[in-house]
């Protein structure tokens, strides 16, 4: 899911010649995103199972233990989930 939607974030950057931040001048190219020393997509590789593996140990200890983690695999799921949490307008007064 990262990995993906990393992938097509870089390519649309590319693709439009966007700036990352504007007024740098500093924009993707298919050489410094794939071809670097160090590129982004690899970086994200390479550290993802360290990562998961770091936030569940995380979640794990007693000081965390009052909190409620939810592990969405879609966006779909994680706007359906945003929508749940609305308060509606009535309720806010």
């Not at 233990?65 to 509606?88: G, I, K, M």
């Amino acid at each position: 899911m990262t990995l993906s939607r990393l992938v097509r974030r870089i390519a649309a950057r590319i693709r439009d010649g966007s700036e990352l931040w504007p007024g740098t001048g500093n924009r993707e190219t298919i050489r410094n995103q794939f071809f670097a020393r160090d590129p982004l997509v690899w970086f994200a590789i390479r550290t993802h199972r360290g990562r998961r593996r770091r936030i569940a140990e995380m979640l794990a200890r007693p000081e965390y233990a009052h909190l409620q983690a939810h592990r969405f695999t879609r966006p779909a799921d994680t706007d359906r989930w945003l929508q749940a949490q609305r308060v509606p307008a009535a309720a806010r007064i």
